[in-house]
């Protein structure tokens, strides 16, 4: 009966439109109404604690970083170093839109940011080189949604906090899983691409393409500083945070000089913004993750998992196929707000590696950033390339099977992440 209310007042007050953040409260009230347990000032003590939390502060940070690395010039940097490298090669924009989505991955960590600046700088130059636009879009999309995966990653910032793991150790596993979905849609773009009749760039120089490294050298920098500081204990991922953002300022104001001192009031404003809404989400799915740990609402989910508990793969690809569902219809922030706390008890009774968990479950929920309807990258992408979202979702489809297909592999073979995460902590 719990997780019948649970769905219920949730998905319904979804379906009268109300605002993710709002249907979370909805959905604690009515949990507390069926408990015969309401009291107001339950709801106002759990959202405050579900925002007040220093690790989260990492996440206007990272926001705060990736405006600054847009405007300051370092993804227009690190677009033109992969140009100069595979920009020559026969199809070699798709391929310099996957390099460069793995090089941002690593600065921003915000997919839909990612996206918007590759399809920004690449979207015109495939149209005029003749390629198929739908297609050019999904890939860009598809390549934006590593960003959620290699650190630094707000998901994993989130997740971390609510599951209680660690989040240096959700960066370090996130590493060879991201390179491994870059490697997947750069195969799918050769082979759908095989029969094509394509312009190539110009090859260049070693001199050029020397040029173009020591150009973007500033921006490569930073997602080495992060690393080699997390790995070697310098700082917490929140303190993480602060450098990236502080470090691609300085770099945008004195090394590029792109960002103007009258900019920032701006870029402030709109990293404020989006920080806003992730922390008023926070806020409200701690209310939801509260009366869920009260409901024992774990217990019954456990309970119907039952037969898949005695093997572990089993019971991640029943997981999995829960989260594809449920991406179709709800963006990556709320999915990660309402199941983790309901998952992560099944996930420790199972016996299952919850950093493993993480990794998967954020990959999962990254890819359904690219299925529709709700997909958010594809609405990104549609706005910058000026097109319709079904044309989108025909492009996108086949570098969405291969990300499938490599989610498919690291749940049926945990050492693929499991063994990198070892080594890298």
Partial sequence: MVVTIFLVSLLGAMALGMPIAF???????????????????????????GADNFVLMAVPFFMLAGEFMNAGGLSRRIVNLAMALVGHIRGGLGYVAVIAAIIMASLSGSAAADTAALGVLLIPMMRQAGYSVPRSAGLISAGGIIAPIIPPSIPFVMFGVIAQVSITKLFMAGIVPGVMMGLSILIAWAWVIRKDKLESHPRQSFRQIWAAAVDSLWALVMPLIIIVGLRMGVFTPTEAAVVA???????????????????????????????????????????????????????????????????????????????????????????????????????????????????????????????PPVGTTLNVICGVAKIKIDEAIVGVMPFMIAELIVLALLTVFPSLVLTPMKWLT
């Fill in 245 to 371: 953002a502080v470090y691609a300022l300085f770099v945008g104001m004195v090394v590029y000089r792109e960002i103007k001192f009258s900019q920032l009031y701006g870029l402030l404003l709109n990293a404020g913004k989006i920080t806003a809404v992730v922390m008023l989400l926070a806020g409200a799915a701690m209310v939801s993750s509260w009366l869920i740990t009260v409901a024992d609402l774990p217990g019954q989910l456990a309970e119907m998992l039952a037969p898949f508990m005695g093997n572990q793969i089993l019971l991640m690809v029943a997981i999995m196929i829960i989260v594809v569902v449920v991406g179709t219809a709800m963006d990556m922030t709320p999915t990660i707000l309402i199941l983790t706390p309901v998952l992560m008890p099944v996930i420790r009774q199972a016996g299952i590696d919850p950093i493993y968990f993480g990794v998967i479950f954020i990959i999962n929920n990254a890819i359904g950033l690219v299925t």
């Fill in 23 to 49: 249907a979370l409260m909805v959905c604690g009230i009515a949990l507390m109404l069926h408990m015969d347990m309401f009291d107001a000032q339950l709801i106002a003590q759990n959202t405050i604690d």
